[in-house]
């Protein structure tokens, strides 16, 4: 006889326990053993949450190199309940040990199969039974993972009736859900505005609003309340606020947009042309919110525009507005307005950019380029991958929680009742429309930092953190990518015959890209390089560009004349006709404001069980050489991280949102 030593780690979270009796085979190249009961001394404590035990496996002969295992529970007593092992470890006669990640429920008393960590693409799996566990896994993903069509024009979701409708594994944790459901029912009062979320009030002064607004103060939020007016934080916000993505370099104005040299004035008699030649003038086009339907909020109809701003970049470094025009269509009643205007016209104009920006970053930057894009590399990912996959090792930690985070955003804030669908400008009808036209947008060099600071012609601004931060973020991750997978793939041909990885790609195009060849999106892969390139996107996506397009949200939208949802009254037509007290009817009524605030709260909001960016509490790689790539990739984090520190100490607004200790590593909240 010979045996083999079973260590069973079960799960360090909430509830992952069982008392009843588990059981275990092990199958290996050369044979497979009896199933076993997997008992110690300490018998029904071997698997309660957070315990290691080791038991025996006994053969009358070695049977070979171990491929998987196969786990079964059986109630002790009447029923099954929920167990959560980690992973397995098994220690041959021979002195070998193997792996085995597990990381999953186990609700039933049903075979459970599980291939030893040693990562194998489909073309290598060559073992009868392990190519089998490998299909019967794809076939229960199929069925777990489907996927549906939320709305037509947007990327697809997944299929399911609810958060708890989601299989167990990619569902919140005990804590995050309680943290989440106490945030969301507690907001209004942690803000101390418990009474005013009913009230269709317009605000009667700046001052109310600031007394409503200082509870929870942080100290960018504080920033903002003291300097939203100022036309130097206004232009630095489309550096470095909620969403640094529609600012680009302006080498030709606009025809829609007809500011001339007796408009604007520079000194030295520089010239408009002379400062678009030099570079020095950027654009900011929010043309895609053009003829939106808005919504009616209080039974009052609200009001969206689509400006065109323009901005010049000072000898002092700063970027400062010197143009807007509310509406695309030059006209009589749309007037070009400028720094010179009066004090309430060129403060009115500003809120109403603000408002734009607002709707624009929340249905185009955050919740569709990195919420539903992440949606779509997760759940192609867990359709198409098995564990065993050095894909899915890599890329299943960029998944965690975001299939239950999306599925809450359908139902509580673009739902027919959600508080966006109820209180933002763009609610409702407007939503479908600004997602369309926003997916028309999205092409592949978009959705990569480094393509898109230069088609945006961003590469020498200065005081650009987002860029700077990001694109060393961007270099980290690809580095790291680029190790891991030429690890694995040695040359071009065996990404050409990873139909695994075909199919994950093919998947996304038509699922998440509609099956548009437009937006360089690839349809296969066909060498190292690009499949490096695309999965380096995918990790910078679920964690990067969404910590920097959410963690602010409080930040800079929780003093709302920063960042107004939506505005009650029609811009002005002609200048010299507002007033302060114009200004405060046409800011967002009472119960608008405090369900933003509160909203914005919420997504602000991270849980104590966070992963950040270069944490792998989960052991999904056995190689040394992966192993041993994380500890880089962690150590080149912690560099980052000290240099955005040390950079920081010397800014009035310290930019964090990229800082690798803030940033999640999966679209997670």
């Known amino acids: 006889m010979v045996d083999y030593t079973v260590t069973v780690y079960t799960g360090d979270i909430a509830n992952a326990g069982t008392f009843n009796n588990v059981y275990i085979k092990l199958v290996g190249t050369d044979g497979e053993s009896k199933q076993t009961w997997l008992t110690s001394y300490i018998w029904n404590l071997s698997f309660i949450r957070g315990a290691v035990s080791s038991c025996t496996v006994s053969c009358p002969v070695s049977i070979g190199k171990l491929v998987l295992i196969e786990i079964e529970q059986h109630p002790l007593i009447f029923f099954t309940d929920s167990w959560f092992p980690a992973k397995m470890e098994v220690k041959s006669p021979e002195g070998d040990t193997y792996n085995f990640p597990i990381y999953r429920w186990i609700t039933d008393n049903e075979v459970h199969r599980f291939r030893e960590g040693t990562a194998l693409r489909v073309f290598e799996d060559d073992h009868p039974l392990g190519k089998y566990s490998r299909d019967q896994e794809l076939e229960e993903r199929e069925e777990d993972y489907r996927w549906d069509v939320y709305l037509e024009g947007i990327p697809h979701s997944m299929r399911s009736e609810g958060p708890f409708d989601l299989p167990y594994e990619v569902q919140f944790s005990y804590i995050k859900s309680t943290e989440f459901l106490s945030t969301a029912a507690t907001g209004l009062s942690d803000l101390q505005l418990t009474g005013l979320s009913e009230s269709t009030e317009n605000w009667p002064d700046m001052d109310t609003i600031h007394r409503v607004s200082c509870s929870k103060l942080t100290d960018i939020s504080e920033y903002v309340q003291k300097h939203w007016k100022e036309d130097t934080f206004f232009g630095y916000q489309f550096l470095n606020g909620l969403n640094p993505m529609l600012i680009q370099r302006c080498s030709v104005l606009p025809i829609n947009f007809p500011v001339s040299d007796d408009m604007v004035s520079f000194g030295c008699h520089r010239s408009l042309a002379d400062e678009i030649k030099k570079g020095n003038i950027f654009l900011c086009d929010y043309k895609r919110l053009d003829g939106l339907k808005t919504n009616t909020i209080n039974g009052k109809k609200q009001y969206l525009m689509a400006p065109l701003v323009l901005l010049h970049k000072t000898p002092d470094d700063e970027m400062v507005p010197i143009a807007i025009q509310l509406k695309q269509t030059p006209a009589d009643d749309n007037p070009i307005f400028f720094p010179t205007d009066s004090e309430y016209d060129w403060l009115t104009v500003k809120i109403f950019v603000r408002s734009a920006d607002f709707n624009e970053h929340q249905l185009n930057v955050h919740l569709l380029r990195t919420h539903l894009l992440a949606e779509v590399f997760a759940v192609s990912l867990l359709r198409n991958m098995p564990m065993v996959h050095p894909l899915y090792k890599l890329l299943v930690p960029h998944t965690r929680y975001t299939l239950?985070?999306?599925?809450?955003?359908?139902?509580?804030?673009?739902?027919?009742?959600?508080?966006?669908?109820?209180?933002?400008?763009?609610?409702?009808?407007?939503?479908?429309?600004?997602?369309?036209?926003?997916?028309?947008s999205v092409t592949y060099r978009s959705l990569c930092i480094p393509d898109d600071i230069a088609d945006r012609g961003l590469g020498d601004v200065p005081n650009f953190y987002y860029r700077d931060d990001g694109l060393k973020l961007w270099d980290i991750i690809h580095r790291f990518v680029q190790g891991v997978l030429s690890f694995y793939y040695k040359n071009d041909t065996e990404v050409q015959k990873d139909s695994e990885l075909q199919k994950w790609i093919s998947d996304i195009f038509e699922h998440g890209f509609l099956s548009q060849a437009g937006t360089g999106i690839p349809e296969i892969f066909t060498t190292v390089a690009e499949l490096v390139k695309f999965v380096t996107m995918v990790i910078f996506t679920c964690s990067g560009q969404h910590s920097a397009v959410n963690a602010g949200q409080f930040d800079y939208a929780g003093w709302m004349p920063n960042n107004p949802l939506t505005l009650q009254c029609p811009p002005p037509t002609t200048k010299g006709t507002t007033s302060e007290a114009s200004m405060m009817k046409t800011l967002p009524a009472v119960n608008a404001t405090v369900q933003g605030m509160s909203t914005v709260w919420l997504l602000s909001r991270q849980s104590t069980d966070s992963v950040f960016l270069g944490q792998y509490p989960v052991d999904h790689f056995s190689e040394k050489m992966p192993c041993k790539l994380m500890e880089d990739f962690q150590g080149e984090l912690q560099v980052l991280s000290e240099a955005i520190a040390d950079r920081n100490n010397n800014l009035k607004v310290p930019y964090t949102y990229l800082d690798p200790k803030v940033v999640e590593n999966s679209v997670a909240l």
């Open 404 to 440: 239950q985070i999306n599925n809450l955003a359908r139902s509580s804030l673009i739902s027919k009742t959600g508080v966006f669908t109820k209180f933002a400008a763009s609610g409702g009808k407007g939503v479908k429309t600004l997602l369309k036209r926003s997916l028309s």
